[in-house]
């Protein structure tokens, strides 16, 4: 296997460790505390370690090289995990039990200390793509790596409840320590020959420094970058919708156990879709494509709610998977192209730390407002008597019809930017990017 391909699998373990334990971390603190706060409060935590670390992450990754990045986060995840297992083995007799207990709280936080340590592989990944991989394919190894991410998607989802139920936290964190040791001894016998020098100048390593302004000055000096990246940080804005509402409209529909099963099948898609892009790429212009993927999604986000119904609703749900891994490959890809390598790190960890805090936060916010303001409006309010004929009317249908105002906002606001200067700006600059045989551009990348 090529070292680029050891890499990916050696991600997939370590992201199906760390996601795992995420998930199974909310279902466990549920069971044991019966507290919805306490669940919301392990997405909030989420939320403002991926927000608050992004921005330092790129730094380590743009400081380092990223093989040892990737080995220091294994290393980090492994000792948050052994603290946490010790707190287990310790917990006095009820800690866990209380939503509110200082000893619960102090064991979420080092747990998700372990889990967020993960992301400076996500940032880590796309960076050794542009030095592992000739331009001209590195949209068929973004992707790859969009399969592997829907393979980690799949598998967390299956495994995460069985290891609750089997043995609690004990079981995840034994599971979780063994996997990130596998991990970082197997990445250790890995060679990558990144091949580069050290940068110097305004890109030479500082130690500790974040250095968000020289990030914010590389993506200026990129003409539309900044509304690539705030588009996509809208459309997670938007997306927040499916955080918060997709389950409720399903439960809905169908019981728990079909919903499980259904959301286990539909996740297939992110794998064809990821093997689909390894084998035909992006097209010429990944912006277009990426923009293209967006009007899609987002008329099906006006439809497959239209009517009550859980085939309309899995079509909808199956596209949306499909179609996600090509608008992540299709943004890293332009990254890759347009940002030069040596702060790459630090742009992917300012998309990231952007990007990713939009969805929570929609998901906080249009919880309430669908329960107190749209349901009521399509129950026995003024949307009932408009359009309930024929859209239908209570508790479901004002959910669905939220999905449907997310969709039309999302199809309105991408016919924008197909329109917009910023579109034909960064077309045109990933069209005229420096080609990997430039002498002026990136150093030359080698085959994976």
């Known amino acids: 296997m090529s070292p680029f391909h050891q890499i990916l699998g050696n991600n997939l373990v370590a992201n199906i460790t760390n996601f795992t334990v995420w998930f199974a971390l909310t279902f466990w603190i549920f069971i044991e505390t019966q507290s919805v706060f306490a669940t919301g409060m392990v997405a909030g935590i989420y939320l403002v370690f991926t927000a608050a670390f992004g921005f330092w992450f790129g730094s380590i990754v743009d400081h380092n090289p990223k093989r040892l990045a990737m080995l220091g986060s294994s290393a980090v995840s492994l000792g948050f995990y052994c603290l946490s297992l010790i707190m287990v083995l310790l917990e006095p007799a009820g800690a866990f039990t209380d939503p509110y207990g200082a000893y619960l709280w102090g064991f979420v936080l080092l747990v998700m200390l372990g889990v967020i340590a993960g992301n400076i592989r996500s940032i880590a990944l796309p960076t050794l ?52 040791a596998l991990a970082f001894a197997h990445l250790s016998f890995v060679r990558v020959d990144e091949g580069r020098s050290e940068p110097s100048g305004a890109d030479a390593p500082q130690a500790g420094k974040v250095d968000i302004a020289g990030t914010i000055r590389v993506i200026a000096a ?61 097209g010429r212009n990944p912006v277009k494509t990426l923009l293209m993927v967006n009007v899609i999604t987002w008329t099906v986000c006006c439809l497959f709610t239209l009517q009550s119904s859980i085939w309309l609703l899995a079509a909808g749900c199956f596209i949306w998977m ?48 669908t329960q107190f303001v749209v349901i009521p409006f399509m129950t026995d309010g003024a949307g009932a008597d408009l ?17 449907t105002l997310a969709g039309l906002v999302g199809l309105t606001v991408t016919i924008l930017a197909f329109n917009s200067r910023y579109y034909r700006q960064l077309s045109a600059a990933y069209a005229d990017g420096p080609d990997d045989d430039d002498p002026g551009g990136m150093p030359e990348a080698r085959p994976a």
Do not use: C
């Open 129 to 180: 793509v542009t030095i592992l991989i000739p331009e001209d394919r590195r949209d068929k190894a973004n992707g790859l790596v969009g399969m592997v991410t829907g393979i980690g998607f799949l598998t967390t989802s299956v495994i995460s409840g069985f290891l609750v139920a089997f043995g609690g936290m004990l079981a995840v964190l034994v599971l979780a320590l063994a996997f990130s």
């Open 222 to 282: 990129v003409p539309g970058l900044f509304a690539l990246i705030f588009f996509a940080t809208f459309n997670n804005f938007l997306g927040g919708v499916f955080m918060a509402l997709l389950d409720a409209y399903g439960l809905s529909l169908v019981s728990v156990e079909v919903w499980g099963l259904m959301f286990g099948v539909l996740s297939t898609a992110f794998i064809i879709s990821g093997i689909v892009i390894s084998r035909t790429g992006l």
């Open 322 to 369: 499909l179609l996600g891994p090509y608008a992540e490959a299709a943004e890293h890809t332009t990254l890759q192209k347009v940002v030069p390598l040596e702060r790459q790190g630090r742009v992917f960890g300012f998309a990231q730390s952007v990007e990713q805090a939009a969805s929570p936060l929609t998901a906080f916010l249009i919880g309430p407002l």
């Open 387 to 403: 359009i309930g004929s024929w859209f239908g009317t209570g508790p479901s249908r004002g959910i669905a019809l939220v999905f």
